[in-house]
C-alpha cells in the first residue's frame, strides 16, 4: 500500500508545482510549432506541442495526449526521448508559479500532424531547427541547444 501525505502537507511554507509537458516533434532537422492565439500567455508566438499533467497521469502519457489533442498524432510513450526538465520560478513570486516543464523528442508518430485547436493557436507549421520564428522563451533555449547540437542537463533551473 502506497503511504500518502498529509492532505494539508502543501500549505504554509510549501510551493505548488505545476507541471507540464513538451514534445519536439522532429522531422528529419525540422520542428513542428504552433501559433500560440486565444490562451493568454504568449499569444503570438510559436510554440511546441505541450499541456500540463492532469491528475492522475505522467508526463509521458500528457505528451502522448497533448499531441494527439493538439496535432492528430498518436506518440507510443516509448518513444517519447527525454531531453530535459526545466524548472522556472520567481523567488517572491506565488506558490502557484512554480512551474516543472518536460521536454521529450518525437521522431515517430503515426498520423499527419494536423491543426486540430483552432481557439489555441492560429497556425501550425514546420521549421528548420536553424531558421525558427519568433519560440516562446524557455521552449526557444531547448529548440536552440538541441540545433546546436548541444547536449541540455538533466535539469535546469531558470528564476525569474
Do not use: C, I
Not at 513538451?22 to 528529419?28: E, G, I, N, T
Not at 517572491?92 to 489555441?120: H, I
Not at 497556425?123 to 520564428?133: E, K, S, V
Amino acid at each position: 500500500m502506497t503511504e500518502r501525505s498529509r492532505s494539508d502537507d502543501h500549505l504554509g511554507h510549501r510551493t505548488l508545482l505545476v507541471a507540464a509537458s513538451y514534445v519536439v516533434l522532429l522531422s528529419d532537422d525540422e520542428v513542428l510549432l504552433q501559433l500560440r492565439d486565444g490562451t493568454g500567455y504568449m499569444d503570438g508566438r510559436w510554440a511546441l506541442l505541450a499541456g500540463h499533467v492532469d491528475p492522475g497521469e505522467s508526463v509521458h502519457e500528457a505528451a502522448a495526449r497533448e499531441a494527439l489533442e493538439e496535432a492528430g498524432v498518436v506518440l507510443e510513450v516509448a518513444d517519447l526521448e527525454p531531453l530535459t526538465a526545466l524548472h522556472r520560478f520567481e523567488r517572491t513570486g506565488p506558490a502557484v508559479e512554480q512551474r516543472l516543464d518536460v521536454f521529450f523528442v518525437a521522431r515517430r508518430w503515426q498520423g499527419e500532424p494536423t491543426r486540430r485547436e483552432p481557439d489555441k493557436n492560429a497556425d501550425m507549421r514546420w521549421f528548420p531547427l536553424t531558421a525558427l520564428p519568433d519560440v516562446v522563451p524557455h521552449e526557444r533555449l531547448v529548440l536552440d541547444a538541441l540545433a546546436a547540437g548541444s547536449t541540455l542537463p538533466a535539469v535546469l533551473s531558470l528564476p525569474a
